[in-house]
């Protein structure tokens, strides 16, 4: 079991910044995957970077070069760094983890409540 807290979320103005957090607890050991998602209004919910337990990164095309996503394995805690943020980036922001469980291989994903960043033009 993996819970995940959100937080950084908020207004800001177009080319302004934010840090999204990803606190997690419980099954650390078992994530083999962050990532974070974005849902705007009335649209389908995107992948907008990921993680590996590796430390690979990838990042959705619209938003390379603005955002970053690290980790600091001492907090159990995934970061989105937002750069020159721009109405579209306007969404619901969620973090996602994908379990592996050792031994079993029993897979899961477990999802954040969600962070609502809003950008102004």
């Known amino acids: 079991q993996v819970q995940l807290v959100e937080s950084g979320g908020g207004l800001v103005q177009a080319g302004g910044s934010l840090r999204l957090s990803c606190a997690a607890s419980g099954s650390i050991f078992s994530i083999s995957f962050v990532g974070w998602y974005r849902q705007p209004p009335g649209k389908q919910r995107e992948l907008v970077a990921g993680?590996?337990?590796?430390?690979?990164?990838n990042y959705a095309d619209s938003v390379k070069g603005r955002f970053s996503i690290s980790r600091d394995n001492a907090k159990n805690t995934v970061y989105l760094q937002m750069n020159s943020l721009k109405p579209d980036d306007t969404a619901v922001y969620y973090c996602?983890?994908?379990?592996?469980?050792?031994?079993?291989?029993?897979?899961?994903?477990?999802w954040g409540q969600g962070t609502q960043v809003t950008v102004s033009s």
């Open positions: 993680i590996t337990s590796g430390g690979s990164t």
């Open positions: 996602k983890a994908n379990t592996l469980k050792p031994l079993t291989m029993v897979r899961g994903d477990y």
